[in-house]
């Protein structure tokens, strides 16, 4: 197992190597110009040029990618031409409101996609099951910011229950930052009204991120489910008279689980993608809002910082899964890989 995962370790930087260089180009060669942008609209050409000079956007494009690579190995991701911060500080100020984001999210999909999916299979073809299956194919099939915006009109504007975006409500004191989580940093604080007023903040947006995770985990957890009641093992189980929740419990769910491990694997990066449309309709301070911004921006480090944070976490939860995947099935093994 630790020859694995070094070498998914060695494997995991080939591929941060070759993103970095991928999404370099397509950044820089994206028609327009930063530095006129940070120059404003009525600048002059000697204005706009001293923006060029200082960011080193005259240089060509290799040296250009040196120079980053370079800064990387020492912890610098660069100057923020937005923010005019280093990359660095403002991943480190937005990333735990992404981080709670995700987090609520991927406990949404577990919390609700695994026991549908499961009771699903378990019922097939019963209403419950149809019903599942209507439902896990219209969350998949529904944009995030479409969904976003009709929870928006239906929770705020028409039933007045839930906040329409942002952490805190613009009378509530933020608490001392712990974490940079608002939920968690309130909680250690012992501020329950501003605990509660985040929760509330937070409902909305972890929803509308985790309904396409919720479907896909749904439908996964059914196919194994069935798959999983069909086997040899739970038909001798059942045979010898076993109690069908002991059968369910204890010898076809945790079976069934081990391909939706790997889904949920794949939904951290899923997830991550998702805050760049969530946080923009939720106006929610996280690193998908500064990449929006970014991108419209052409801010060049802030786009390739947001890449390879998101880029690092995908590897390494993927990694976990794989990990977690072989402690809940003895017959896998990486001692041969």
């Known amino acids: 197992m630790a020859r ?3 070498r998914r370790l060695v494997l995991m930087v080939i591929v941060l190597a070759g993103m970095s260089v991928l999404t370099f180009l397509l950044t820089h060669l994206v028609p327009g110009n930063p530095a006129k942008l940070m120059a404003g609209l009525h600048a002059t050409q000697a204005q706009v040029d001293v923006y060029t000079r200082r960011y080193g956007l005259n240089k060509p494009l290799p040296v250009q990618y040196w120079r980053y690579v370079t800064g990387l190995t020492h912890g610098d991701f660069g100057t923020s031409l937005t923010t005019q911060r280093p990359v660095a500080e403002d991943l480190k100020q937005f990333a735990p409101a992404t981080a709670e984001l995700v987090f609520a999210a991927m406990v949404l999909t577990v919390v609700i996609g695994v026991p549908l999916g499961a009771l699903s299979g378990l019922f097939h073809r019963s209403w419950f099951d149809h019903s599942t299956r209507v439902i896990s194919v219209a969350g998949a099939a529904m944009p995030a910011f479409w969904l976003g915006m009709i929870l928006q009109v239906v929770f705020f504007a028409k039933l007045g229950v839930l906040p329409v975006g942002g952490q805190l409500d613009i009378l509530s004191q933020s608490p001392p930052t712990i974490t940079g989580m608002v939920v968690v940093d309130s909680l250690l604080a012992g501020q329950f009204t501003v605990f509660r ?46 109690p069908e929740l002991r059968v369910v419990g204890r010898h076809a769910l945790p079976n069934a689980l081990t391909s939706t491990v790997t889904v949920l694997g794949l939904q951290v990066g899923a997830l991550f993608a998702g805050t760049f449309l969530v946080e923009s309709v939720f106006t929610w301070p996280g690193i998908g809002l500064y990449a ?19 880029a690092i976490t995908y590897c390494l939860a993927n990694l976990v899964v794989d990990v977690i995947y072989a402690l809940m099935d003895p017959r896998i093994t990486y001692a041969g890989t």
Do not use: C, N, W
């Open 4 to 6: 694995y995962i070094a």
């Open 197 to 242: 007023d985040a929760l509330l903040h937070l409902i909305l947006p972890a929803f509308t991120l985790a309904a396409g995770g919720i479907a896909i985990v749904t439908r996964m957890s059914r196919g194994a489910m069935e798959d999983t009641l069909e086997t040899d093992f739970i038909r001798m189980a059942r045979a010898k008279g076993m």
């Open 292 to 310: 929006v911004t970014g991108i419209r921006d052409q801010d060049y480090a802030a786009i390739m910082g947001v890449t390879l944070l998101i």
